[in-house]
């Protein structure tokens, strides 16, 4: 069965968000299809010579924001608050949830509560115009890398929190293909650009230095 055959329900899957509007974030997104095509990630990770850095930031913010919901929505039958009471990745990983306005002081909740605050708050952060502009040419703000730089790590721990709990059930789907790619293309995107403090991918540490060959 293939893993987006299962648990499909508007509970689990939020709508896809869009590129930045406007002819550049299309652009882009084209740009992003056709070389992802070609099967060559370090490539497609690439900013396009000539681009614009946080425009390049902004598109595949998002791109990433789809796979990841996507991914772990296909899963939410199997990571329930019972099954996964604590947002981890290993014996040694525990993650806890804070977003510095709602919840101030880091709280403990299960992964799929985790999850939940997580893609509400990215979509918060999209929605924002301030912060991801939607007209074209309209300028970013100067902390913009920093709250790409926080989504970008914080999506990870979902990827973590995936590889420890849930891979047993993603290779009886026969999907691990798919997961790998997924996120082969992350960490590569992430590395080229520098969004994830080495320590933050220690989780995941030889599967990153495998795709990194580092």
Not at 141 to 167: E, G, Q
């Amino acid at each position: 069965m293939s893993l987006f055959g299962i648990g499909r329900n508007q509970k689990t899957f939020r709508p896809k968000k869009n590129a930045p509007s406007g002819s550049k974030g299309a652009q882009l997104q084209k740009h992003i299809d056709s070389t992802l095509g070609s099967g060559n990630l370090r490539e497609a990770v690439r900013l396009p010579p000539g681009e614009d850095i946080n425009e390049w930031l902004a598109v595949n913010t998002v791109d990433f924001f789809n796979q990841v919901n996507i991914l772990y929505g296909t899963l939410s039958e199997f990571c329930t608050s019972s099954i996964c009471p604590t947002m981890s990745a290993g014996p040694k990983y525990e993650y806890r949830w804070a977003d510095g306005v709602a919840i101030k002081k880091p709280i403990e909740v299960s992964a799929p509560k985790y999850v939940e605050y997580l893609m509400d708050w990215i979509e918060s952060q999209l929605d924002d115009e301030m912060i991801f502009p939607q007209e074209l040419g309209a300028p970013f703000p100067p902390n913009f890398k920093d709250v790409v730089k926080t989504i970008f790590k914080r999506l990870f721990r979902v990827y973590a929190h995936i590889y420890h709990s849930h891979f047993q059930k993603i290779v009886s789907l026969q999907e691990e293909a798919h997961l790998n790619t997924c996120f082969k293309h992350f960490v590569l995107f992430t590395w080229e650009f520098r969004l994830i403090d080495k320590g933050e991918l220690a989780p995941l540490s030889d599967l990153v230095d495998s795709i990194l060959q580092l």
